[in-house]
């Protein structure tokens, strides 16, 4: 479904109303636009952040096409970074005017869900997931954080806006996808496609101590920059059947662990397909169409092949959000080769359906507020 645009509302700050801030939004299923909206209000756990740099994701442009159901005027985003604008009475140990991130995870740490060590999953299945979802994201010149005290992670110094706002989703989810795949040290894994989510994913394995890396991507800069980030083969699909390029690779024995970051039924199944049994399938992909995802029965051992099969939403919370700035300070990792297109907000619908369409060799757009 091509997503349409509607017209921009008038950009200059004079002609704005009081109390009033442009947002990027999905209007309705299939159609997106700018439009204003009143600042958000701070209660006293909550905080206000000024956006000054966000990530747009494949997630937002599956959003638009439904694929978590109809949503109205309904601002984008879950990937940004910002200053404190305002502080809820109940916050403590941050202060107005400090740099700050947020996790595209905001869990609210009382709920069942939460005590359970779903955080994740906060107040039901895929409740953590606030941005965008059950709330309006930040696509925004400025938005709305709740639980502020556990969910606000201060930026270093040495880091800048645009490395923290990677840390939100891409190397958070990334990075998750490789620790669910339970990678034994010296172990093998394949990493089915090399967006950022699966670029991460390839990171992470080699961080965990994964002694054969396989990343499966069709696209030649996606390929290299795989390469870059780890792997040490690249497949690829249009070329020849992964499954069977993964097994030779492995001498038949398949895969410790297969990651899929993708978000596709064929995908899935050749995940399940050339992981050795024992071995773990960890799914990060985003699913966003269909009714059903199928298993293979004799590759999954008609039930009894022992593979374990791994589903995930990022974690969230400042805890994590500074460990993985940590890494970037540190040098384990630079997020930033995969910032491919600079966009400021006023051009953000054309970044949107660029992403959209994945043309001009994108691969993550960033987008910078004044």
Known sequence: MATQSTTATPRSSSRR??????????????????????????????????????????????????????????????????????????????????????????????????????????????????????????????????NAQANLAPIPDELTDEQAAYCCDMLSTGFMAAEYANIPIGGTVAVFAQGPIGLMATVGARLLGASQIIGVESMPHRQKLALRYGADHIVDFSKEDPVEAIMNLTHGEGVDAAIEALGSDLTFQQCIRCTRPGGVISNVGYHGDGDFIHIPRMDWGVGMSDKTIRTGLCPGGSERMSRLMRLIQTGRVDPLPMTTHRFSFDEIEKAFHLMDNKKDGIIKPLITFA
């Open 17 to 146: 109303l009081p109390g009033q801030m442009r947002c990027f939004v999905m209007k309705r299923i299939g159609e997106v636009g700018m439009m204003e909206k009143p600042l958000p209000e701070c209660g006293p756990n909550d905080a206000i952040i000024r956006t000054t740099a966000a990530l747009i994701c494949t997630s937002d442009t599956h959003t638009v096409k439904g694929a978590v159901g109809e949503r109205f005027d309904h601002t984008l985003g879950h990937e940004a970074a910002g200053v404190i604008q305002k502080l809820g009475s109940a916050v403590t140990g941050f202060k107005e005017g400090q740099r700050v991130v947020v996790n595209a995870i905001t869990p609210c740490y009382h709920c069942m869900n939460c005590q359970r060590g779903y955080t994740s999953q906060c107040g039901g299945m895929l409740g953590g997931w606030k941005f965008a979802n059950v709330k309006d994201g930040n696509m925004a010149e400025y938005f709305h954080v709740n």
